[in-house]
Protein backbone atom coordinates (compact mmCIF):
# COMPACT_ATOMS: atom_id res chain seq x y z
CA UNK A 1 0.00 0.00 0.00
CA UNK A 2 2.79 2.29 0.93
CA UNK A 3 4.67 1.53 -2.34
CA UNK A 4 1.16 2.51 -4.03
CA UNK A 5 0.81 5.35 -2.27
CA UNK A 6 4.06 6.75 -3.12
CA UNK A 7 2.91 6.30 -6.84
CA UNK A 8 0.00 7.96 -6.68
CA UNK A 9 2.12 11.02 -4.71
CA UNK A 10 4.70 11.15 -8.03
CA UNK A 11 7.52 8.95 -7.05
CA UNK A 12 8.42 6.99 -10.35
CA UNK A 13 7.65 3.03 -10.01
CA UNK A 14 11.33 2.08 -9.51
CA UNK A 15 12.21 4.25 -6.80
CA UNK A 16 8.76 3.46 -4.88
CA UNK A 17 9.72 -0.08 -5.23
CA UNK A 18 12.85 0.20 -4.31
CA UNK A 19 12.28 2.08 -1.17
CA UNK A 20 9.33 -0.54 -0.26
CA UNK A 21 11.54 -3.61 -1.07
CA UNK A 22 10.12 -4.93 -3.89
CA UNK A 23 10.81 -5.60 -7.62
CA UNK A 24 9.27 -2.44 -9.95
CA UNK A 25 7.58 -5.45 -11.75
CA UNK A 26 5.55 -6.04 -9.51
CA UNK A 27 4.86 -3.02 -8.14
CA UNK A 28 3.60 -2.16 -11.49
CA UNK A 29 1.26 -5.05 -11.39
CA UNK A 30 -0.32 -3.88 -8.49
CA UNK A 31 -0.88 -0.61 -10.16
CA UNK A 32 -2.81 -1.64 -12.80
CA UNK A 33 -4.53 -3.74 -10.41
CA UNK A 34 -5.09 -0.75 -8.18
CA UNK A 35 -6.47 1.09 -11.47
CA UNK A 36 -8.59 -1.28 -12.40
CA UNK A 37 -10.18 -2.60 -9.49
CA UNK A 38 -9.29 -0.51 -6.13
CA UNK A 39 -7.94 -1.52 -3.33
CA UNK A 40 -10.50 -5.00 -3.62
CA UNK A 41 -7.73 -5.75 -7.08
CA UNK A 42 -5.02 -5.92 -4.57
CA UNK A 43 -5.93 -8.98 -2.65
CA UNK A 44 -4.43 -12.86 -3.49
CA UNK A 45 -6.21 -14.57 -6.20
CA UNK A 46 -6.76 -17.76 -6.32
CA UNK A 47 -6.48 -20.00 -9.38
CA UNK A 48 -8.57 -23.26 -9.40
CA UNK A 49 -6.02 -25.12 -11.73
CA UNK A 50 -6.52 -26.88 -14.72
CA UNK A 51 -9.79 -29.03 -15.43
CA UNK A 52 -9.56 -32.74 -15.26
CA UNK A 53 -9.14 -34.66 -18.30
CA UNK A 54 -11.37 -37.39 -16.85
CA UNK A 55 -14.43 -36.95 -15.10
CA UNK A 56 -15.79 -39.09 -11.66
CA UNK A 57 -17.51 -41.40 -13.40
CA UNK A 58 -14.55 -41.90 -16.38
CA UNK A 59 -12.18 -42.57 -13.16
CA UNK A 60 -14.84 -44.80 -11.67
CA UNK A 61 -14.54 -46.75 -15.11
CA UNK A 62 -10.94 -46.74 -15.75
CA UNK A 63 -10.29 -47.93 -12.09
CA UNK A 64 -12.94 -50.79 -12.63
CA UNK A 65 -10.94 -51.68 -15.95
CA UNK A 66 -7.15 -51.77 -13.90
CA UNK A 67 -8.81 -53.64 -10.85
CA UNK A 68 -10.73 -56.06 -13.69
CA UNK A 69 -7.13 -56.62 -15.69
CA UNK A 70 -7.07 -57.01 -19.52
CA UNK A 71 -8.35 -59.84 -21.26
CA UNK A 72 -5.45 -61.36 -23.40
CA UNK A 73 -7.91 -62.23 -26.19
CA UNK A 74 -9.26 -58.23 -26.64
CA UNK A 75 -6.64 -55.71 -25.42
CA UNK A 76 -3.19 -58.29 -26.63
CA UNK A 77 -1.30 -57.71 -23.11
CA UNK A 78 -1.25 -60.13 -20.21
CA UNK A 79 -1.35 -57.16 -17.94
CA UNK A 80 -1.73 -53.51 -17.66
CA UNK A 81 1.12 -50.83 -18.42
CA UNK A 82 0.91 -46.82 -18.76
CA UNK A 83 0.85 -47.08 -22.43
CA UNK A 84 -1.56 -49.86 -22.77
CA UNK A 85 -4.01 -47.88 -20.63
CA UNK A 86 -3.15 -44.84 -23.13
CA UNK A 87 -4.21 -46.58 -25.49
CA UNK A 88 -7.16 -47.73 -23.91
CA UNK A 89 -8.16 -44.25 -22.56
CA UNK A 90 -8.14 -42.55 -25.93
CA UNK A 91 -10.00 -45.53 -27.48
CA UNK A 92 -13.11 -45.25 -24.98
CA UNK A 93 -13.03 -41.81 -23.70
CA UNK A 94 -11.33 -39.81 -26.42
CA UNK A 95 -9.18 -38.10 -24.01
CA UNK A 96 -5.59 -38.39 -25.30
CA UNK A 97 -3.07 -37.86 -22.11
CA UNK A 98 0.55 -38.63 -21.81
CA UNK A 99 2.17 -42.14 -20.29
CA UNK A 100 3.30 -39.84 -17.28
CA UNK A 101 -0.32 -38.48 -16.69
CA UNK A 102 -2.07 -41.99 -17.32
CA UNK A 103 0.52 -42.78 -14.16
CA UNK A 104 -1.01 -39.74 -12.08
CA UNK A 105 -4.37 -40.68 -13.13
CA UNK A 106 -3.63 -44.14 -11.52
CA UNK A 107 -2.20 -43.13 -8.31
CA UNK A 108 -5.07 -40.51 -7.61
CA UNK A 109 -7.04 -43.42 -7.85
CA UNK A 110 -4.98 -45.48 -5.53
CA UNK A 111 -2.73 -47.54 -7.44
CA UNK A 112 0.75 -48.41 -7.28
CA UNK A 113 3.61 -49.56 -9.77
CA UNK A 114 4.05 -52.81 -7.97
CA UNK A 115 2.22 -55.78 -9.19
CA UNK A 116 2.41 -59.68 -9.53
CA UNK A 117 4.72 -61.25 -12.01
CA UNK A 118 2.71 -62.01 -14.72
CA UNK A 119 2.07 -65.23 -15.80
CA UNK A 120 1.59 -66.67 -19.30
CA UNK A 121 -2.06 -67.84 -19.68
CA UNK A 122 -0.30 -71.53 -20.93
CA UNK A 123 1.93 -71.91 -19.02
CA UNK A 124 2.33 -74.96 -17.29
CA UNK A 125 3.51 -75.62 -13.56
CA UNK A 126 4.23 -79.06 -13.51
CA UNK A 127 6.90 -78.70 -16.43
CA UNK A 128 8.54 -75.69 -14.63
CA UNK A 129 8.83 -77.84 -11.48
CA UNK A 130 10.13 -80.53 -12.88
CA UNK A 131 12.77 -78.06 -15.30
CA UNK A 132 14.47 -76.78 -12.03
CA UNK A 133 17.59 -77.35 -10.71
CA UNK A 134 17.79 -80.49 -8.41
CA UNK A 135 21.60 -80.41 -7.66
CA UNK A 136 22.21 -81.35 -3.89
CA UNK A 137 22.95 -77.94 -1.80
CA UNK A 138 26.95 -77.96 0.16
Keep these: MLAIALVLDGVDRRSA ?4 GMDRQTL ?13 GLSNRFYAGPTPRLGPEQK ?3 AQMVREGPDPQVDGVVRWRRVDLKRKIEERFGVVMHERTVGKQLAS ?5 LS ?4 H ?10 FK ?3 PKR
Design 121 to 130: PKSDPAAQET
Design 28 to 40: RDWVHRYNEEGLA
Design 133 to 135: KTS
Design 116 to 119: VRPR
Design 17 to 20: AETC
Design 60 to 62: AEL
Design 109 to 113: LGFWR
